[in-house]
């Protein structure tokens, strides 16, 4: 079976009225550094007449900064792509450099949140004896997908770490950013990852389903393997499902879609196909 995938991600904004917009940064190019091979990539705007123009941050993501002269009833995003999904070993990751980014380590160790609520749950996960500093965050990546359920949540913005602990549940996002605080708060360099997922699972009669959609995980630098991807919705390290598309010391920073916009009324609507490609 082919290991290569293809994904189609649409999202369609709707106003009530035709509106000005300021410039809108779109951060849903695979990064450079991403483990899991893109083969092709496409991004289309509509309406037409955008004026489209790609950066690469400080953190290493490509962005497409878009603009319109006109005002606008309707804007699309439409990503397409193909991804290699052979499978790979995270554990074997041993690349400590990413020669896209120009931040400091110390970067992503600044505003950790350690709130009384997020001492107390580091407090009941001690580091491991051997000061394994993989063996350390794996832990308490496990320790966080135990303690907060996972919870499907559409409005914006994210919560505070301590009341995602209050909560006990949260939205990928939400146990993300917890994680990235914790491990800032024991001296690690953290950063917050949105990005795609790609999962497959047999179906009742035995075929196979593919599933995409937009995640949010945490990277951890450890020492002499580099940045190594946390998924605390599952417990799990990052494997080749997981396709970073942004990388920041704040969420809000690796938003796939962020921009200005005159007040009215918005709609939006998300797709996602994922399909095996056949050859």
Not at 141 to 153: F, G, P, T
Not at 227 to 248: K, R
Request: glycine residues 6%.
């Amino acid at each position: 079976m082919s290991s290569h995938v293809t994904l189609l991600h649409r999202t369609c904004y709707r106003y009530d009225r035709p509106v000005s917009m300021g410039p809108q940064t779109i951060r849903l190019r695979p990064m450079q550094a991403s483990r899991t091979p893109i083969e092709s990539y496409g991004l289309h705007i509509s309406p037409k007449g955008s004026q489209l123009r790609w950066e690469r941050d400080s953190c290493g993501n490509d962005v497409a900064c878009v603009g319109f002269s006109n005002r606008l009833t309707h804007f699309d995003i439409e990503v397409s792509l193909v991804a290699d999904m052979t499978v790979y070993d995270p554990l074997l990751q041993t690349s400590s450099d990413d020669a896209c980014e120009d931040l400091p380590l110390a970067h992503y160790l600044n505003q950790a949140d350690c709130a009384p609520e997020v001492m107390d749950f580091l407090a009941d996960c001690p580091k491991s004896a051997g000061e394994d500093a993989l063996e350390d965050m794996m832990a308490l990546n496990e320790a966080i997908a135990s303690r907060v359920a996972y919870q499907r949540r559409l409005e914006p913005g994210i919560w505070s770490p301590e009341q995602t602990l209050r909560n006990g549940s949260g939205s990928c996002r939400d146990s993300a950013w917890l994680f990235v605080n914790m491990a800032r708060c024991r001296g690690y360099a953290a950063r917050f990852v949105s990005g795609y997922l790609i999962q497959s699972a047999p179906t009742a009669e035995g075929a196979e389903l593919l599933t995409g959609d937009l995640h949010a995980w945490t990277q951890i630098f450890i020492p002499e393997r580099g940045w190594m991807g946390f998924d605390t919705t599952s417990g799990l390290l990052a494997c080749e499902g997981h396709i970073p598309l942004a990388v920041a010391a704040m969420p809000e920073n690796a938003a796939p879609v962020s921009g200005l916009l005159d007040r009215c009324e918005a709609t939006f609507d998300v797709s996602m196909q994922v399909e095996r490609l056949f050859t």
